[in-house]
């Protein structure tokens, strides 16, 4: 699933701060937020894709790490991120 620019643009500035400012964690944890939510659907229909499956482990694994940079940098950021987004942790 690829987003449009626009969903793409509204996703950054709702949690970037703009929708120009793409390398904010905040924004790249909800691009890869809904673009886990987004595989979860697709495993669910197609059990055996076993490329996809191994995709959102790397992509799971990515975000966490970038939840991780969050929790030293900034405390209240990542609570505010995950209270946000639904996350458990």
Same mark, same amino acid.
Not at 38 to 54: A, C, I, P, V
Not at 67 to 79: A, F, I, P
């Given at each position: !699933?690829?987003?449009? =620019?626009?969903? =793409? #643009?509204?996703? @950054? #500035?709702?949690?970037?701060?703009?929708?120009?400012?793409?390398?904010?964690?905040?924004?790249?944890?909800a691009? @890869?937020?809904?673009?886990?939510? %987004?595989?979860?659907? %697709?495993?669910? =229909?197609?059990?055996?894709?076993?490329?996809?499956? +191994?995709?959102?482990? !790397?992509?799971?694994? =990515?975000?966490?790490?970038?939840?991780?940079?969050?929790?030293?940098?900034?405390?209240?950021?990542? +609570? #505010?991120?995950?209270?946000?987004?639904?996350?458990?942790?």
């Amino acid at each position: !699933m690829l987003l449009t =620019k626009e969903a =793409k #643009a509204a996703l @950054f #500035a709702k949690h970037g701060g703009t929708a120009k400012n793409t390398g904010s964690t905040e924004g790249q944890i909800a691009l @890869f937020t809904d673009r886990i939510i %987004h595989l979860t659907e %697709h495993l669910k =229909k197609n059990r055996k894709d076993y490329n996809t499956e +191994r995709s959102l482990v !790397m992509l799971v694994g =990515k975000r966490r790490s970038l939840l991780d940079y969050l929790t030293k940098k900034d405390v209240l950021r990542y +609570r #505010a991120i995950v209270k946000e987004l639904g996350l458990r942790k």
